[in-house]
């Protein structure tokens, strides 16, 4: 299963559903004055390998599947995808974007240049957020994550490898490992999640990196994986992609908008769609559930910059 296709379309499909809520609407002005229309931009690393072409004709099919929900004001859902978030700042400054998809170590990077509010996720898993582990063999020697120095070790070949890397650097700095990048620069990009573990369990790779619902997944199918690979150390959970709004342009409280996407969870609509896309849920998020990312994001800035 490819769940960064699945989470892409989901969110998308969730997120026409949001807009075309009756308790989320613009302003009562702006509805008498014209009709809306809504602009949405997501970063091209939100979308992954998923092609370009078939992610807006996702968006399109769900606008035209939910045509008789849309909000009488809502005249157009005008979504498009950018290479940068850079390119989200300068598209803000010349017209109005409501709705951004973007990586959130980028929110971070760029916060003070965005006015846009973190709205909601979605989850794969009950827990909130995506959690890191670094497995090994159980009878390796590899008993530390100073004992990586020197060993192959496979890693993800997507965004989210930005996350696994500098949580790995942040803790061997706190660990008061020298020189961490000497471990993790030779880092081997693996695609599937499979691959990397099936690679330590037969003595192919040392060690690999993936997410904890990926190891419990195989463990499942496999229970010889369990007892031969072990957890050598596992991150924090991570929101790694995040949607937001623009709160200068939706002028409704954003507890209200956030108690929409906990109705949604309850429809019908939004089970059929969990299912058919293979997503777990939904889940409304504020700044404060970006705190493990945010923390990440300044721990690394200030660790990286020592000499």
């Not at 769940?3 to 379309?9: A, E, I, Q, R, T």
């Not at 229970?223 to 924090?236: A, G, H, R, T, W």
């Not at 956030?258 to 889940?283: C, G, P, W």
């Amino acid at each position: 299963m490819n769940y960064s296709k699945c989470l892409l379309k989901t969110g998308m499909l969730f997120l026409l559903l949001i807009l075309c809520s009756n308790s989320m609407m613009f302003s009562q002005d702006d509805t008498q004055k014209k009709s809306q229309i809504v602009n949405i931009l997501f970063t091209d690393d939100v979308l992954g390998d998923i092609n370009r072409t078939d992610a807006r004709a996702v968006i399109e099919l769900g606008i035209s599947g939910m045509l008789n929900e849309i909000a009488s004001n809502i005249q157009e859902i005008r979504p498009d995808i950018v290479s940068t978030t850079q390119e989200i700042i300068q598209r803000a400054k010349k017209e109005d974007i409501h709705v951004v998809g973007l990586f959130s170590l980028d929110f971070f990077k760029y916060q003070s240049e965005l006015n846009f509010e973190p709205f909601y996720a979605l989850q794969e898993s009950k827990t909130l957020g995506t959690e890191f582990v670094v497995l090994v063999r159980t009878n390796s020697k590899i008993n530390s994550l100073a004992d990586l120095k020197s060993k192959k070790i496979l890693t993800i070949n997507e965004r989210e490898e930005e996350i696994a890397r500098k949580w790995l650097f942040v803790k061997m700095k706190k660990e008061g490992i020298k020189n961490p990048s000497e471990i993790i620069s030779p880092f081997v990009k693996v695609p599937k999640a499979s691959k990397r573990i099936l690679s330590v369990f037969l003595k192919k790779a040392d060690a690999c990196i993936v997410t904890k619902l990926e190891f419990e997944s195989m463990c499942e199918l496999n229970p010889q994986i369990e007892k031969q690979i072990k957890i050598l150390d596992s991150s924090p959970a991570y929101i790694t992609q995040v949607y937001c709004l623009n709160l200068s342009l939706i002028l409704e409280k954003p507890s209200n908008a956030r108690s929409v996407v906990a109705e949604l969870n309850k429809t019908s609509k939004a089970d059929q769609m969990l299912k058919l896309f293979k997503a777990k849920t939904l889940v409304a998020i504020t700044l404060e559930n970006l705190s493990s990312m945010k923390k990440l994001y300044t721990d690394y800035n200030l660790l990286s910059e020592e000499k």
